[in-house]
């Protein structure tokens, strides 16, 4: 049963992924064909909440690796390549969006860099999620293929397909983010891409049939409601987005693409459940023991309310319409206040480096502690000993940092830099 929560955490991982850092990859695409003075507008949009949108890749990751090691083993050396180029476009899209952000005015160089570097890991996505569904060549659990496996007609479809949805995304948050784009224009680019979206859901379902070497069993009741429904919550989802598009409130087409990115992903879950690589490696086969898949669920599900609070916390704090920042200048030295004599404020360094030392040492040791404990190998703490151990050491570390901000010691550098 535990190997099911592991897939549940997989699916919601990647439903995140794809929902946040996909708007993010459409921004940074529209960004190419945007004006210049546009172009550093929607990488500060950006900016607010990539970092996190990306976190939900990472948890992908682990919890694939740690949750369904034999889906992990076939699916990574088949797609070496395009994965290796998502992860260095990755890092030159950051690299580019946060120095074009420092930089302090409009700078083409790395602007262009965002744009192309998105458009790069956006592709590759598509390869990797085309090669997932024409299935790895696999015997006994390991893949069979050759390094160039994952190029075929169908995943460079499905490639098509992924930046066309991201560059629907991508418009939809512009909507609602930015007062840039007039209601005419919003409507013809939304409703545009919504179209080409469309035309690209029905040419890869009508040839997914003939690209999978899965056997679907559209027959069996159960499966079939829950595909056909989660069709009809595509539709639907549509409709609003079409609607949407140049009306108020400027949030509801985005919303609308987020729920239909969503129902595709349900949609194909349905299809190939409990199949996770093509044409026949089931969740059962893939997953872990029965220790790890324990871990993994404690391990990854308590990490993931920290995700979403900071993705909720950033959401909440860049909320409503984009302005630039106004920059209040500097005053002449002549006009500047005499800065107050500090006051001086007692170091607590020794006994922080002492409190920190001991809480690493703590982490170290739940660590250590729920590798025997998992593993079945210990039996002096539980696995409710070894959290409650690793969230001690955790709220200690956090209380005693707000009680030095409290009492000021964080600002004594500052205060020493002003008064020199």
Same mark, same amino acid.
């Given at each position: 049963? +535990?190997?099911?929560?592991?897939?549940?955490?997989?699916?919601? &991982?990647?439903?995140?992924?794809?929902?946040?850092?996909?708007?993010?990859?459409?921004?940074?695409?529209? &960004?190419?064909?945007?004006?210049?003075?546009?172009?550093?507008?929607?990488?500060?949009?950006?900016?607010?909440?990539?970092?996190?949108?990306?976190?939900?890749?990472?948890?992908?990751?682990?919890?694939?690796?740690?949750?369904?090691?034999?889906?992990?083993?076939?699916?990574?050396?088949?797609?070496?390549?395009?994965?290796?180029? !998502?992860?260095? &476009?990755?890092?030159?899209?950051?690299?580019?969006?946060?120095?074009?952000?420092?930089?302090?005015?409009?700078?083409?160089?790395?602007?262009?860099?965002?744009?192309?570097?998105?458009?790069?890991?956006?592709?590759?996505?598509?390869?990797?999620?085309?090669?997932? +569904? %024409?299935?790895?060549?696999?015997?006994?659990? %390991?893949?069979?293929?050759?390094?160039?496996?994952?190029?075929?007609?169908?995943?460079?479809?499905?490639?098509?397909?992924?930046?066309?949805?991201?560059?629907?995304?991508?418009?939809?948050?512009?909507?609602?983010?930015?007062?840039?784009?007039?209601?005419?224009?919003?409507?013809?680019?939304?409703?545009?891409?919504?179209?080409? /979206?469309?035309?690209?859901?029905?040419?890869?379902?009508?040839?997914?049939?003939?690209?999978?070497?899965?056997?679907?069993?559209?027959?069996?009741?159960?499966? %079939?409601?829950?595909?056909?429904?989660?069709?009809?919550?595509?539709?639907?989802?549509?409709?609003?987005?079409?609607?949407?598009?140049?009306?108020?409130?400027?949030?509801?087409?985005?919303?609308?693409?987020? %729920? !239909?990115?969503?129902?595709? +992903?349900?949609?194909?879950?349905?299809?190939?459940?409990?199949?996770?690589?093509?044409? *026949?490696?089931?969740?059962?086969?893939?997953?872990?023991?029965?220790?790890?898949?324990?871990?993994?669920?404690? *391990?990854?599900?308590?990490? !993931?309310?920290?995700?979403?609070?900071?993705?909720?916390?950033?959401?909440? &704090?860049?909320?409503?319409?984009?302005?630039?920042?106004?920059?209040?200048?500097?005053?002449?030295?002549?006009?500047?206040?005499?800065?107050?004599?500090?006051?001086?404020?007692?170091?607590?360094?020794?006994?922080?480096?002492?409190?920190?030392?001991?809480?690493?040492?703590?982490?170290?040791?739940?660590?250590?502690?729920?590798?025997?404990?998992?593993?079945?190998?210990?039996?002096?703490?539980?696995?409710?000993?070894?959290?409650?151990?690793?969230? /001690?050491?955790?709220?200690?570390?956090?209380?005693?940092?707000?009680?030095?901000?409290?009492?000021?010691?964080?600002?004594?550098?500052?205060?020493?830099? /002003?008064?020199?």
């Amino acid at each position: 049963m +535990l190997e099911y929560v592991g897939y549940a955490l997989v699916l919601f &991982s990647l439903g995140m992924y794809v929902v946040l850092d996909g708007y993010d990859l459409g921004v940074g695409m529209l &960004s190419l064909a945007a004006k210049p003075e546009r172009r550093r507008e929607y990488g500060e949009i950006v900016a607010t909440a990539w970092d996190a949108n990306e976190s939900w890749l990472i948890l992908v990751g682990v919890v694939l690796w740690a949750g369904l090691p034999g889906a992990y083993s076939v699916v990574l050396p088949s797609v070496y390549l395009p994965l290796i180029v !998502m992860l260095v &476009s990755v890092i030159l899209r950051g690299l580019g969006l946060e120095m074009q952000s420092a930089a302090g005015a409009y700078r083409r160089g790395w602007a262009l860099l965002f744009g192309w570097a998105s458009l790069a890991a956006t592709v590759c996505q598509g390869l990797v999620l085309g090669a997932l +569904l %024409t299935g790895p060549q696999q015997r006994n659990g %390991t893949f069979q293929g050759g390094a160039l496996d994952w190029f075929s007609l169908y995943s460079g479809l499905c490639a098509l397909g992924l930046v066309v949805v991201y560059l629907l995304a991508g418009a939809a948050w512009l909507q609602d983010k930015t007062e840039g784009w007039s209601r005419p224009e919003v409507r013809r680019t939304g409703r545009s891409l919504l179209t080409v /979206t469309a035309l690209m859901a029905l040419v890869l379902g009508l040839l997914l049939r003939s690209a999978d070497p899965q056997q679907f069993h559209l027959g069996q009741p159960v499966r %079939t409601v829950l595909f056909w429904l989660a069709v009809a919550v595509v539709v639907g989802a549509a409709a609003v987005a079409w609607y949407g598009f140049g009306r108020g409130p400027d949030w509801r087409p985005f919303a609308a693409v987020a %729920t !239909m990115t969503v129902g595709g +992903l349900l949609g194909l879950v349905a299809l190939s459940m409990p199949v996770v690589v093509p044409p *026949g490696l089931t969740v059962h086969q893939a997953a872990s023991p029965h220790s790890s898949q324990l871990f993994l669920v404690l *391990g990854v599900g308590l990490c !993931m309310p920290f995700v979403l609070a900071y993705n909720i916390y950033a959401w909440r &704090s860049f909320r409503g319409k984009y302005t630039d920042p106004v920059e209040n200048p500097v005053p002449p030295l002549s006009t500047r206040a005499r800065p107050l004599p500090a006051t001086p404020v007692p170091s607590s360094a020794p006994w922080t480096i002492v409190r920190r030392v001991l809480l690493v040492v703590l982490g170290i040791l739940a660590t250590a502690l729920s590798q025997d404990v998992f593993g079945g190998a210990s039996d002096l703490i539980g696995p409710i000993g070894v959290t409650l151990l690793g969230c /001690t050491a955790l709220a200690a570390w956090v209380i005693g940092d707000r009680r030095d901000r409290r009492a000021g010691y964080f600002d004594a550098d500052a205060e020493a830099e /002003t008064t020199s």
